[in-house]
């Protein structure tokens, strides 16, 4: 039996459009959808797409819900692995050889948030918030995932939203520079393919470069070897505690999550 379209892909005038269509839940990065999402991205660089709009279907209350929690382990393995596909997705997001620009209605939580960071641009409707929820569930974030946060926005900012996760809106977030524009719900696909056809229509080989140096130069963040080691023993306290398993058994139980700090 095959899997469900979770995503819709198709490419016209140079400009490749992924949507995601998994709406009974909320766009949620299960395995399965994050697969989909790659293997469409692929055909588009075979297509030799010059730019790329990723979004949700119109009129979205939840762009994206983030990681699926269902996924999750318990069994004391690192839940946001090198492996993880959440990792393979923004991955490829960041080595696409064309822009890849968000166009964001209703919430993007979680992995999502990081997800739609990891785009080049990102344009939203003012109905859009952006959650980093790992503190929710008791999950610790990866490393490579918090430089996208830092890539995005500056050091305190990145605090508040990992430390609270409160949502931030799509005002505010234009305002910090965490997004590049916010448009009117009616406005935001001509706003969006406009922008689109804009990259489109200059020259590939000088953008795709352009967008490989600043990759390689926003990567660009010395660690030691021991303060990698550090931070991953320091992950690893926290996917082995009570809180972690706590914290993913209360949302699969749809209740609010009581941690003890063990």
Not at 90 to 105: L, Q, S, W
Request: aromatic share 6%.
């Amino acid at each position: 039996m095959n899997a469900p379209e979770l995503v819709a892909c198709h490419c016209a005038d140079d400009v490749g459009t992924v949507t995601l269509q998994h709406d009974e839940r909320r766009n949620a990065l299960s395995a399965e959808l994050v697969r989909q999402l790659v293997a469409a991205l692929a055909g588009l660089r075979e297509r030799q797409a010059r730019a790329v709009v990723l979004r949700a279907r119109p009129g979205a209350k939840v762009f994206s819900a983030g990681h699926d929690v269902t996924e999750l382990p318990l069994d004391g393995r690192d839940p946001l692995g090198w492996d993880d596909p959440l990792r393979h997705l923004v991955r490829e997001i960041e080595n696409f050889p064309a822009p890849v620009i968000a166009m964001v209605e209703g919430g993007v939580w979680g992995g999502a948030c990081e997800t739609v960071l990891a785009c080049d641009l990102i344009v939203a409707a003012p109905s859009a918030t952006f959650a980093v929820t790992p503190a929710r569930l008791g999950v610790p974030y990866n490393v490579s995932g918090m430089l996208t946060f830092l890539n995005a926005a500056g050091l305190r900012i990145v605090k508040e939203m990992v430390f609270t996760a409160r949502p931030v809106s799509a005002e505010r977030a234009e305002r910090l520079g965490l997004i590049n524009h916010v448009v009117p719900a009616e406005a935001l696909e001509d706003f969006s393919f406009e922008l689109a056809r804009t990259i489109a229509a200059n020259a590939p080989l000088s953008v795709a470069v352009m967008k490989e140096q600043l990759r390689i130069l926003a990567g660009a963040h010395p660690m030691t070897p021991q303060g990698f080691e550090r931070v991953q023993g320091l992950r690893r306290m926290v996917y082995d505690s009570e809180d972690y398993r706590e914290g993913v058994r209360a949302f699969l139980e749809k209740r609010p999550a009581v941690f003890r700090g063990r």
